[in-house]
């Protein structure tokens, strides 16, 4: 599987759209991107994934460039309790079955 | 539809102790997953289980064995705790190899 990435910590403005990168130069072809985060102390929560087209649901938004070489996930109004250490893994369609979790990235959403 | 559901939340145990943790999901889903998180750490795959009856290594899977007996649960068994097994444990379950992953709420285990 690709290795990933991330900006160690971040903030972000109550209300704001938060925007998390995440850099995978050498995704290959039939690698998708997920995205995971975890509040403190829970289990790791399922945000969104995509293999090459935006994607987007009730949580977030997924961009991924047009070479797929990086990726943003976009909390669109982030609010308190989006604060968290958020994951972004590369995984491979046919791969095993683990999900490579790095250290993330600590997302705080300021009031 | 409680999810995935881990017993028990809390433990201590001494060295040398033996015990089983217990994951349960109620969405009947194939694929199940054993994780341990160190401090500052991200996840590190311990066990899985790709149905009933099978169980696969993962990463760490020294010093712990599984069983898969059921379809909705996931065991994982410490024959002989270690100090170094201090860790919180997440069980996942995913409904396809390539879906997402479902966790538990995590088991926080002490061995002194």
Redesign the interface.
């Known amino acids: 599987d690709a290795k990933t990435t991330q900006p160690t910590s971040m903030d972000c403005a109550e209300g704001r759209a938060a925007n998390l990168p995440c850099n995978h130069s050498t995704i290959s072809g039939n690698e ?1 991107v ?1 995205w995971y985060r975890q509040i403190h ?6 945000i969104i ?1 995509g293999l090459k087209n935006n994607e987007t649901n009730e949580m977030a938004s997924l961009i991924i460039t047009e070479d797929r070489k990086s990726s943003t996930l976009i909390l669109p109004h982030a609010t308190l309790r989006d604060t968290a250490v958020y ?1 972004c893994i590369v ?1 491979a ?2 791969g095993n ?8 990235t600590r997302l705080t959403i300021i009031p | 539809n409680a999810g ?1 559901t881990q017993t028990p939340k809390f433990r201590v145990l001494k060295t040398g102790q033996s015990m089983t943790l217990l994951c349960a999901q109620d969405m009947n889903h194939e ?1 199940m ?1 054993w994780y341990r998180q160190d401090p ?6 311990i066990h ?1 289980s ?1 149905g009933e009856g099978t169980t ?1 290594k ?2 760490v899977p020294d010093g712990y064995n599984v069983s898969r007996l059921k379809k909705q649960n996931f065991l994982l068994g410490l024959e002989s705790a270690a100090p170094s097994q201090t860790s ?1 444990y ?1 069980c ?1 379950s995913s409904p396809t ?2 879906g ?7 088991t926080r285990l002490t061995v002194t």
Not at chain 1, 97 to 104: I, Q, R, V
Request: zero cysteines; aromatic letters at 24%.
């Open positions: 998708y997920y102390s829970q289990g790791p929560q399922y994934h994951y995984r369609a046919g079955e683990k999900l490579t979790f790095g250290t993330g | 995935v694929y997953y500052g750490m991200g996840l590190r795959l899985y790709v696969a993962g990463e919180v997440f996942a190899r390539r997402e992953q479902y966790f538990g709420p995590g």
